[in-house]
Nanobody, 110 residues
Framework: QVQLVESGGGLVQPGGSLRLSCAASGFTFSRYAMSWYRQAPGKERELVAT??NTATTVKGRFTISRDNARNTVYLQMNSLKPEDTAVYYCNVFKDREDYWGKGTLVTVSS
């Protein structure tokens, strides 16, 4: 079965950086686009970045990358701001179904 496990969240000061990781299993990772979403308190979940094997789409200051040998997708977040505080989720859309990890909390605060 599809499993997505996020890690790397935590508390960081404004201007700092974090790298999130999402370890995937249960499907042929290299064949699918992978995405990062986030959900801030009281707000709807929003798309942050998507990566295929040939292209990336990113909103804002972040960088998405993938390692098909490790079945892992990353989100590099630099120059973090308090408004980046959210739970960050890994996502794959496979066989007409969305799969989600449990999320990792990023808190940007001084």
């Amino acid at each position: 079965q599809v499993q997505l496990v996020e890690s790397g969240g935590g508390l960081v000061q404004p201007g700092g950086s974090l790298r999130l990781s999402c370890a995937a299993s249960g499907f042929t990772f290299s064949r699918y686009a992978m995405s990062w979403y986030r959900q801030a308190p009281g707000k709807e979940r929003e798309l942050v970045a998507t990566i295929t094997n040939t292209a990336t789409t990113v909103k804002g200051r972040f960088t998405i990358s993938r390692d098909n040998a490790r079945n892992t997708v990353y989100l590099q977040m630099n120059s973090l701001k308090p408004e980046d505080t959210a739970v960050y989720y890994c996502n794959v859309f496979k066989d007409r179904e969305d799969y989600w990890g449990k999320g990792t909390l990023v808190t940007v605060s001084s």
